[in-house]
Every structure is written in structure tokens, then in C-alpha cells.
């Protein structure tokens, strides 16, 4: 899937193969630094499950750009996605490639069938794209967070809140 915002230059959006591993891990590092892995998000992917089905890079002639990975776990005892790290390249912000790989996630995830996508992050950004503080709020995190950054994006009207600890899927 190829997508050009105006003024940009085109980048492809795919998801993520076991080949394209070390590129991911490297951008996000960059995009982190060596503090990323004492975040509570690294808590639940060292229990959930990645889905690279649902992970999506972008790339422009070649290089990554961005990407944004996708867990499943489960909340409460019901399925969700889990979502991050989500990381664009210094030099490549503020084109619209961020919201665009969000998309792209919650798409895919929606597609196979989830009805939430959980993540732990900035609410100024992530409202922008459908995730909110208050259906977060009883979502309960594997270690100490500030809950007004837990954010839930429902993928259908009829998906009801998400209430309980995050646990494997
Ligand atoms: C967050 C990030 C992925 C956004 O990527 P991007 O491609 O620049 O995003 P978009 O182009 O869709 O959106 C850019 C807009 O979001 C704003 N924005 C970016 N980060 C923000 C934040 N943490 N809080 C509030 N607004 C933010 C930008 O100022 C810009 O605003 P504008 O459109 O009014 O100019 C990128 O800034 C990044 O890689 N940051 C470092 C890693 C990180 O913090 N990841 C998220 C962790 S949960």
C-alpha cells in the first residue's frame, strides 16, 4: 500500500517479516535510547505475544521510516492488541507518517478480528488518532504508570469497555 500526504514524498506501508527484524529494532533504538526497556510497555511484551501481521513499516525508497509494532494480549480475560513501540525517524516527523502507520495497525488489527487496541503513551498525540485516556482508565498495568497514559482505541461501536489486568493472550 503506497500513500503520498500532500508535500510528502511516498512511502510504502508493509507489515513486518522476520527479515526486516534488525532495521526495526535499530529505529527503535535511536528513536529511544537504552531507557525504552525500563518502560511498563516493555513489561507486557516480555509476556505478550507479537504480531507481525498486524506491524506495520513504512519505507521510502528502501529505508524504514517508521514502524509500529502489535502485540495480542489479553485484558480482564478478553483478547486485545497491544500496541508499540511506534517510533518515525527523527528526520521524517511532523509529515503525517505516524498517523498513517496508527491506521494502518488499528486496520489490520480491526480486520482479525480484535475490538481494542491498548497502548501507553502521550494522550495530546494518541487522541489525534482514536485512542483515549477515559476508556483506558480501568486498565490495569503490569507495574507502576501514570494512568492517564494508558489509552484504548475501540475498533467497533459495539466493542464496550476493557477493564482489568493486562495478561498474556
Ligand atoms: C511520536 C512519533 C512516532 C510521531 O511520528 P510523526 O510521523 O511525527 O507523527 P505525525 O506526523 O502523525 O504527527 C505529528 C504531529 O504530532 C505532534 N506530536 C508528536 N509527538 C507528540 C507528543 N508526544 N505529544 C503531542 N503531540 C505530539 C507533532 O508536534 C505534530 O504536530 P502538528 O501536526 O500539529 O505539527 C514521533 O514523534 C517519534 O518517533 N517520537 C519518538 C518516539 C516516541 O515518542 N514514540 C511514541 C511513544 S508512545
Known amino acids: ?3 503520498q500526504p500532500a508535500g510528502s514524498p511516498a512511502i510504502t506501508l508493509q507489515f ?13 533504538d535511536h528513536a529511544f535510547g537504552p531507557g525504552r526497556f525500563t518502560k511498563v510497555s516493555e513489561r ?3 509476556f505478550a505475544t507479537f504480531a507481525p501481521e498486524l506491524s506495520v513499516c513504512a519505507w521510502s525508497e528502501g529505508r524504514l521510516l517508521g514502524c509500529a509494532r502489535m502485540w495480542r494480549v489479553r ?16 528526520g521524517e516527523r511532523n509529515a503525517g507518517f505516524g498517523a498513517r502507520l496508527i491506521a494502518r495497525a488499528c486496520e489490520a ?10 497502548l501507553v503513551g502521550d494522550e495530546p498525540y494518541f487522541a489525534r488518532v482514536g485512542f483515549s485516556t477515559a476508556a483506558g482508565r480501568q486498565v490495569i ?20 469497555e476493557l477493564a482489568g489486568p493486562v495478561q498474556p493472550a
Open 1 to 3: 500500500m503506497t500513500v
Open 75 to 90: 485484558v480482564g480475560g478478553r483478547p486485545a492488541a497491544f500496541l508499540g513501540p511506534f517510533a518515525v525517524e527523527l
Open 44 to 46: 507486557v511484551r516480555e
Open 109 to 118: 488489527a480491526q480486520a482479525a478480528g480484535e475490538t481494542h487496541v491498548v
Open 141 to 160: 498495568m503490569p507495574g507502576p504508570v501514570d494512568q492517564r497514559r494508558v489509552l484504548v482505541r475501540a475498533l467497533r461501536p459495539d466493542a464496550g
Open 16 to 28: 513486518e517479516t522476520p527479515e526486516d527484524g534488525p532495521l526495526v529494532d535499530a529505529l527503535i
